[in-house]
């Protein structure tokens, strides 16, 4: 009878000791949001179909009045430079296109005077802000208004890429590597805090019968750090926006030869079918993009002219010996489609997902949202 009784205490005591355990891991699963929250944390893998200068035109009287009146001046020039164009080195003619600065004079083309254009606020001169037509904030595109009256640029609006840029774009899905886009947070289907991680991937991208980058194909990241950035973000409203940063992708000839943003700025959302479409703005070197613009035969670009402008437009980053701006505020459009992504050795970091971010899937960015 008293080894029946003991036992019986010793099975309450342990129900007791079981029971008070219990609730200390309930109470530190209440306090810690990463122990509420880690069994449902996520992350969504995307590659980039679609990458390319954020264009704006709400009409060529509108951006580029000069032009409008005489569109034949920009039409032609191409490659070739302009017959009047002349460069001197040490007294001795050499090819303008080779030596835009050394330009005996400045083309002066004309360069963009509208209201509207895609971008973030960087902190630049008010003088030369924009609006957006979808924040309706204050924003800095220089880039934009060095090169948006240029013909190839005037006289497209997305989905359509300008076309030295899509044409370059459309080689590189086929040859060279992807880009790879991870978002993670602890739900994704609600507002909150995420990572953005951003890589390449070690093949290049799959197409559909349209021609258009696959949806839900899975690609193994590159290992190298060279291309490997890790982002701060918050999804607020459905739209997922990044604690400003410095950003750097290796790019591939024959136009992007690096993805390189100071002071990066993003916002991306979600569209039918969980696409991502969104811009990316910052602080970009303007030689390189002079040197896209003058190293594409058949670009129709203007290769002095554009040098010329983005040289006046540039605006941040000054040369400490010369003064002139190194750097030109820019903003790019991209769009993203769901994609699993790996390692090498075969684990699934991403996975691909047709639900929005925020749990909201947006109508589609339209050109003149300024003018709705």
């Given amino acids: 009878m008293k080894l029946a009784q003991s036992l019986r205490r010793m099975a309450v005591r342990q129900r007791s000791i079981t029971a008070r355990a219990a609730a200390f891991v309930l109470v530190l699963w209440l306090l ?3 122990w509420a929250t880690s069994a449902s944390a996520e992350t969504r893998g995307y590659v980039i179909g679609w990458l390319a200068t954020a264009t704006y035109n709400p009409g ?11 569109p034949s001046k920009v039409f032609g020039i191409g490659n070739l430079g302009r017959p009047r164009d002349r460069a001197l080195v040490d007294g001795k003619p050499v090819p303008p296109d080779d030596f835009p600065d050394a330009v005996v004079k400045d083309p002066d083309i004309e360069t963009v005077v509208g209201k509207y254009a895609y971008g973030f606020d ?13 924040t309706h904030e204050q924003v800095d595109n220089q880039l934009w208004r060095a ?12 989905p359509r890429a300008p076309y030295p840029e899509e044409e370059a774009w459309m080689q590189m899905v086929d040859t060279a590597p992807g880009y790879a886009i991870q978002i993670s947070g602890p739900d994704l289907r609600k507002d909150g805090p995420v990572t953005l991680t951003l890589d390449r991937t070690i093949r290049h991208l799959e197409r559909d019968a349209t021609g258009e980058v696959r949806s839900d194909v899975t690609y193994v990241l590159d290992p190298s750090p060279r291309s490997h950035n890790v982002l701060s973000g918050e999804i607020r409203d459905g739209t997922l926006t990044i604690k ?17 943003l100071r002071d990066a700025h993003m916002r991306m959302r979600s569209e039918q079918g969980g696409n991502l479409l969104g811009y990316w703005g910052g602080y970009t070197d303007w030689h390189k993009w002079a040197y896209m613009c003058s190293a594409r035969p058949g670009s129709n670009c203007d290769p002095v002219g554009q040098y010329r ?11 400490p010996m010369t003064g002139q701006n190194r750097l030109i505020s820019t903003t790019w459009r991209l769009e993203a489609v769901p994609a699993f992504l790996a390692t090498e050795d075969g684990k699934v970091v991403a996975v691909a997902s047709g639900e929005g971010l925020g749990g909201k899937v947006g109508p589609p960015m339209v050109a003149d949202a300024a003018n709705k």
Avoid: S
């Avoid at 960087?122 to 979808?134: H, M, Q, Y």
């Avoid at 190839?152 to 997305?158: G, I, N, S």
């Fill in 60 to 70: 060529l009287a509108i951006n580029c009045p000069r032009t409008a009146k005489d």
């Fill in 122 to 134: 960087l902190g630049g001169n008010p003088a030369n802000k924009f609006v957006d037509p979808e």
């Fill in 244 to 260: 400003p940063a410095d950003v750097w992708l290796e790019g591939e000839a024959p136009f992007y030869v690096q993805i390189d």
């Fill in 309 to 319: 402008a983005l040289e006046k437009m540039a605006d941040a980053d000054p040369d």
């Fill in 32 to 34: 810690l949001p990463g």
């Fill in 147 to 158: 090169i948006g009256c240029n013909k190839e640029f005037f006289t497209v609006t997305p």
